[in-house]
């Protein structure tokens, strides 16, 4: 009976964040769903209240993550990356394709998977149509690429954030790990964007605009300092998400002094109501979990980092994430693969590659825009699915593959 | 007389110069151009997979609508200054190749440029969208080269079971 309960709370916080009634946000029913669950006995208080305390630090971290991309974006640094791209692929599609692969890595590496959807993506769709050029498959690299691209380092992507806590890795080595992944899954989106997209790409973008914006050098300075403090603090018993709310308040006093009001705006750039719903949620998919759902995974997880486990590992995930979206996905699965980082990691893949396939995050919201959209003439999502289909199978088996040699390589398991 | 001119980016120079060349002085001049907007629809889906993060921004599909609009209208600007008569434009939204040939259901003209392969005459020369307005389009299509054509020595050579073998032994 527990169980049904357990199951009945999650799929409704999950509904109502796919269907969102009257516009209210996730929190609103995840809330209530989680003090339902402790109400109900189905999990103890002190057991929520750890999960929430060990979560703080890596929602903390994802805050000021969330913030430093906000300040980036103010400080102009997305208007200035993509004014570069544009001067680099001038009058050549393919290397215009190529500056923006290299922009949405590098940011969505650097800032997360958000700050490519929601900050560089309209800075490039307006950079293409002024330069004349066809905009899909820049605009795509950048839908693409968000997901694809945010394997390198744990601040790249709520799930990374979400199993470093649990891998008991460092920031330097899960990079270092990674870094190989998520190179080979970059070459395979550029082979399948290249073949995809041939005849786009054939055709002769404008003359560059001159390039206006200015280099915003101290923004520049203050993220390179703040990616190089990851590393390097770590190993002196500072926080990684120290680091990154060190960088956001650099980058948040030139824009504070001069503009006093703006730091009402950055409350709001934390996204508390975004972060109360992560705390939510987690409390009740400890509820599933522990009315069978971590027998369920363990059982379904393969034990071994082999390469056979590492492949079905990556894509149970990459499936799971697509059924039901990649946070609570990942909830589910860093549990069942914590004891092995190598398995870890191969969840890691399939959460972050795996959404490219349905495009909107998972099945359920997926077919509710279809619901949506069923009077109306509703753009065709052929496009998104082909695309999806042709490479995520491929990067993920691109990207286990590397892993797999990295593990091998450096004796992790 | 109705001459349809399509109008696409990194093309259209062509489009609009053959048209000066080829319509005749009294015909009716109208400027094709199509955005798609699942491209915008695309940006706000994948909005959607973030799960609720940077809800609080404007709206991504309408900013991105505006974008394509403010771009559809300089271009469409630049090509009638390039024109350089007086010209009607015809501003369409949906998949480009259904809308453009729907369009030209009842023109007498419809200059279409070539947007693929642009190295050797030959099929891969047409975009696949390209492509389904020359096969469906029920008026005639001039179908013009972006800039200089390639030589005639890049067609690709018969395959060799095509070539005309000798003449049958008489007898």
Known sequence: MQIVIAVGLLVAVL???????????????AVPAAALAVLAGLVPLGAAWRDVVELAPTVGFLAAVLLLAHLADAHGVFRYAAAVAARAGAGRPVRLLGAVFAVAASVT???SLDATVVLLTPVVFATAARLEVRARPHVYACTHLANSASLLLPVSNLTNLLAFAASGLGFAAFAGLMALPWLAVLAVEWVVFRLFFAADLTVPAGPAPPLSARPPRYALAVLGLTVLGFPFAEPLGVHPALVAAAGALLLAVPRVRRVPKEAVSLLRELDPAFCAFV???????LAVRRHGLDALAAAWTPARATFAGLLLTAFLAALLSNVINNVPATLVLVPAAAHSPGLLLAVLIGVNVGPNLTY????????????????????????????????VPACLLAGVAALWAVLEMSGVS | MKVMVWLAEGTWHAAVDAARSHAPAGAEVVLLHVVDPALAAGIGAAHAGL?????????PVAAAGAAAETAERELLDAAAAR????????????RAEREVTAACADADLLVVVRDGDRARLGPKSLAPPTRFVVDHAACPVLLVWPGQAPGVGTIAPPPPHHRPGPPPPKG
């Open chain 1, 109 to 111: 590496a650097v800032l």
């Open chain 1, 279 to 285: 705390f939510a949620l987690s409390v009740v998919v």
């Open chain 1, 360 to 391: 909107v995050g998972s099945l359920a919201t997926l077919l509710w825009r279809q619901i949506l959209h069923r009077h109306d003439a509703a753009p065709s999502t052929r496009e998104f699915l082909a695309l999806g289909a042709l490479s």
């Open chain 2, 51 to 59: 799960l609720g993060r940077g809800r609080h921004r404007p709206d």
């Open chain 1, 15 to 29: 509904g109502f964040a796919v269907a969102r009634p009257a516009g209210l946000p996730e929190a609103v029913a």
């Open chain 2, 83 to 94: 024109l350089g008569r007086p010209a009607a434009r015809l501003l369409l939204r949906g």
